[in-house]
């Protein structure tokens, strides 16, 4: 069964700071991966996605995340926060064989401190 | 382009009850994707509708969850009778095409639903 593990359920980053959201997957071929983003209120945005081709993927709102095949990873990255980036942000694997759900992670909680 | 919306957005009822939500997805998507998130859990997947057909239902819990896409435009989802362990966030997805087709889905704002 695929799966997705985003080990950090809360970060707390400093407005300006650079940030890294972990994000590791068990799938039993390339997968097709995506970042979305779940601001107060609102639903979820993505922010970005990998299908194929240049595993550094760039986003919307600065962000970027690059895919890792030998490290099942795909982790999310910006070099500088904003105060406006605290919300929940979350991984999603997709689509399952035969299927197309996406597996998501358990979402980690961005705090941003002015 | 209006996005996928839900109503209603919150929802509190007594264990028992009866409870419908309603997804209007984006026009012209024939993808309409059910998900679920129970508090401090992961979003799981429901349910996904091709046009007015239920393509994979693997997910729905159990047989108090209904869900219909008469016309193939909305959706409902209804719970009949609400338990307590159903509380959660129900997301709705649209997308024009399956994921098998590298489109992405959009998601409306959630419908937090609360049984007491």
């Known amino acids: 069964a695929q799966s997705v593990t985003q080990p950090d359920i809360h970060i707390t980053v400093s407005e300006g700071a650079s940030l890294e959201l972990r994000c590791n997957y068990s799938y039993g071929a390339t997968p097709y991966l995506f970042w979305y983003v779940q601001s107060p209120g609102q639903g979820l945005q993505l922010l970005l996605k990998?299908?194929?081709?240049?595993?550094l993927v760039q986003g919307i709102k600065g962000f970027e995340a690059e895919f890792k095949r030998s490290q099942s990873s795909f982790n999310l990255r910006k070099p500088s926060v904003h105060w406006s980036d605290a919300a929940e942000y979350f991984c999603a694997v997709g689509p399952l064989a035969g299927s197309y759900q996406l597996t998501f992670g358990k979402g980690t909680k961005l705090s941003v401190i002015p | 382009e209006a996005g996928v919306t839900q109503f209603p957005s919150h929802s509190v009822i007594e264990k028992g009850q009866t409870v419908t939500l309603r997804c209007d997805p984006i026009s012209g998507h024939d993808n309409l994707y059910w998900y679920r998130r129970v508090m401090g859990k992961e979003i799981k997947f429901l349910l996904h509708f091709v046009k007015e057909s239920k393509q994979d239902e693997s997910g729905m819990p159990n047989n108090r969850f209904l869900a219909e896409r008469t016309g193939g435009t909305y959706s409902t989802l209804k719970v009949q009778p609400a338990e307590l362990e159903d509380s959660g966030v129900y997301f709705c997805?649209?997308?024009?095409?399956?994921?098998?087709?590298?489109?992405?889905?959009?998601f409306g704002q959630g419908t937090r639903l609360t049984v007491v």
């Open positions: 990998y299908f194929s081709g240049d595993t």
């Open positions: 997805a649209s997308s024009q095409d399956g994921l098998g087709g590298r489109t992405e889905a959009f």
